[in-house]
């Protein structure tokens, strides 16, 4: 789902025999859209800690949140002897909970996902603040969870430095780890450290109907200005893997062959020269809106300007950390780019090319609309031949690309550090949000 620019808190009570334990567990990135309460994962808290992740998103608490690529989800020891889960705003998920209407059709209130209803080992205990809380579910079918109570906590802005310190001070039993802080924490003997790929994608998205950005050359142009192996390598240290597909590897229907905009500054500049722009011509000014103001966010906005500016485009960065504020300006299409993350909810292609790029889904802030793209994509929800499906999706992903109303930027991989005492994890490629708490136990001895 998607995911913003917060860090998911769980504050969780776990039973091991007499001992009673809490831990917090949380995403790093925030951009699921589920909750855990008598949820379940995919429709509980957990899965709804997908909140923009990695500093710029925050994965699994829900995924209402998605511009960024820096959320982080940590969990820390709280007052009272309960570990709080700390969630930093990233700008890549949306709500805290799963969006269901997209699911079933389901028409929600305003106030619907504050109040959950479910069968999953947690409930909504409350939500106050920047705080979260889930308690254990006596009557779960597969009887109560290890803990007794889980609490995310929020960091709007992507706090990740504050997230480390506070793991490191032991008030935290996770945090999402970046930079210089990541390549020290995979050398740790003291800690867990977990990296695993995960069904991912952060892209630059762009409003297919604003001004300029209605023509396809001038899309296609951005594509091809921007340098991402080389911000990844300088500004993530090589954490994360260029993207030129929407479909991450390891999803069914992942194409290398459609691989488009790696880095190619003159085919940008000849691009832009076709569509009126250039040294002679006119000059092109665009806006880009981000939901994650952290350091990382910031070095690698500033380098994507870097080359655009290279090819003649001179690019604004507006920063907007409330989530809600980020979200309406990109549901009223008052912007040109926008900076999203994406994971999947589910292992399928459809959770990608339809709900992004479909246009009459909810998270197509792209605005991008292609009548094929839409028969093909529909064609490909109905078909059970597994091959016959990948085919439809690979046509689909080809002609997206080749509209370009998107710049794939990097699939992300998902790496934290867990306390020694933290036990039971089971990480998969979806990642923060699917991680199951019922299963997390502590064991301090």
Not at 274 to 290: C, D, E, F, I, R
Not at 295 to 314: F, H, P, R, S
Not at 332 to 360: H, K, M, T
Request: charge should be negative.
């Amino acid at each position: 789902g998607a995911q913003q620019d917060s860090h998911p808190g769980i504050e969780d009570s776990s039973r091991q025999g007499d001992q009673r334990h809490v831990v917090s567990v949380g995403p790093e990135e925030v951009s699921k859209d589920g909750a855990e309460g008598p949820l379940g994962q995919g429709y509980g808290v957990d899965d709804t800690a997908q909140v923009a992740g990695h500093e710029d998103h925050v994965t699994g608490l829900d995924r209402d949140v998605g511009a960024g690529t820096d959320g982080q989800t940590d969990i820390g020891l709280g007052q009272g002897g309960s570990i709080v889960d700390a969630i930093a705003d990233h700008g890549h998920h949306k709500s805290l909970f799963l969006h269901l209407g997209h699911l079933g059709g389901l028409v929600a209130g305003k106030d619907f996902g504050h109040h959950p209803v479910g069968t999953g080992p947690f409930r909504l205990e409350s939500w106050e603040g920047n705080q979260i809380a889930l308690s254990a579910n006596p009557d779960h079918h597969e009887g109560p969870p290890y803990l007794d109570r889980v609490v995310y906590t929020i960091y709007a802005g992507a706090q990740r430095q504050k997230i480390l310190q506070e793991f490191l001070a032991n008030r935290l039993e996770e945090a999402a780890v970046f930079g210089a802080d990541r390549e020290e924490m995979a050398q740790t003997t003291v800690y867990q450290f977990v990296r695993k790929p995960s069904l991912s994608l952060q892209f630059y998205g762009m409003n297919c109907t604003s001004g300029p950005l209605k023509d396809k050359r001038v899309r296609q142009a951005l594509g091809w200005a921007i340098n991402k192996k080389e911000i990844i390598r300088e500004v993530f240290k090589d954490q994360f893997i260029p993207a030129e597909t929407i479909l991450p590897p390891g999803m069914t229907g992942y194409t290398p062959e459609n691989a488009a905009y790696g880095y190619d500054p003159e085919r940008a500049k000849e691009l832009l020269a076709k569509a009126g722009y250039g040294p002679s011509q006119k000059k092109l000014v665009l806006t880009l809106l981000s939901a994650s103001k952290s350091n990382v966010a910031q070095k690698e906005l500033a380098m994507v300007a870097a080359d655009l500016a290279a090819v003649g485009v001179e690019l604004q960065i507006k920063y907007e950390t409330d989530w809600p504020t980020f979200e309406a300006t990109l549901n009223s299409g008052r912007f040109q780019l926008y900076r999203y993350f994406w994971s999947a909810d589910i292992p399928d292609p459809d959770n990608f090319l339809n709900v992004i790029c479909g246009s009459d889904s909810l998270y197509n802030f792209m605005r991008y609309n292609n009548p094929k793209v839409d028969r093909l994509l529909s064609q490909a929800l109905v078909e059970t031949d597994i091959i016959k499906r990948v085919r439809l999706y690979r046509e689909a992903e080809g002609m997206i690309l080749e509209d370009a109303p998107m710049i794939p930027f990097m699939y992300w991989v998902f790496e934290s550090v867990f306390q020694p005492y933290v036990k039971g994890l089971e990480i998969s490629a979806l990642g923060s949000p699917y991680i199951p708490l019922k299963r997390i136990w502590l064991d301090k001895q």
